[in-house]
């Protein structure tokens, strides 16, 4: 089995080398230390699994799996790293990785990443317990990445429950102009028609 170490660490990089080729089954065909080489390498290498970390300087390990699974679908990546961060996980797991273990967890690294390469999917075992809850959680509307301010939230839903322009401005203390020109603002910023529309996308997008 080929496989690509990615890892900004270089004596991690080297002591995984070392370890997994040891077993005898295993080739580390490169060793990146960044997110980047590591695309780079793995269009040129194609190997059959990439153990990579994800906290690197310039391009994480995630960016860089996104853009490796978005050229090569099939591509088996297993994140190895020190944090058991819930937001990595959940991260990882849905862009189509195929395992996410703790370092700590490096005698089971070879067995792993023999069980990736035969398509399934692996995660230590501090992981494994937490996997129902994490994935059953719904991922929270950004408001940001739409613009939408605090008060804008506040008409947003509003408009959901039905109120009337005239019941927002006095629930809100703002006049009913001001509160018809935030709807507007809001129809704009989520490319909706009327506030029919900002009501159902409350509920399905919002609320979901």
Excluded: C, W
Excluded at 158 to 181: D, H, M, P, W
Aim: no cysteine; hydrophobic share 45%; charged share 30%.
């Amino acid at each position: 089995m080929k496989i690509i170490v990615t890892d900004d660490d270089k004596l991690v990089a080297l002591s995984l080398k070392t370890i997994l080729e040891s077993t005898g089954r295993i080739t580390v065909e490169a060793m990146a230390s960044g997110g980047k080489e590591a695309v780079a390498l793995y269009d040129k290498l194609s190997p059959d699994v990439m153990l990579m970390d994800i906290r690197m300087e310039g391009m994480t390990g995630l960016e860089a799996g996104e853009l490796i699974l978005a050229a090569h679908p099939d591509a088996k990546i297993l994140y190895l790293t020190t944090f058991n961060d819930d937001e990595y996980i959940v991260k990882a797991l849905s862009m189509g990785a195929k395992g996410y273990m703790l370092k700590q967890d490096f005698e089971g690294i070879a067995a792993a990443l023999e069980a990736v390469a035969n398509g399934q999917s692996v995660f230590g075992e501090k992981i494994v317990t937490r996997l129902p809850e994490l994935m059953s959680r719904k991922e929270e509307f950004d408001f940001a990445a739409h613009g939408i301010s605090e008060k804008e939230k506040d008409i947003m839903e509003a408009v959901a429950r039905g109120l009337s322009n005239k019941e927002i401005s006095a629930e809100l203390y703002l006049s009913e102009g001001t509160v018809r020109n935030y709807i507007s603002t809001l129809l704009d910023k989520l490319s909706l028609r009327d506030r029919t529309q900002l009501a159902v996308y409350y509920y399905t997008e919002v609320k979901k």
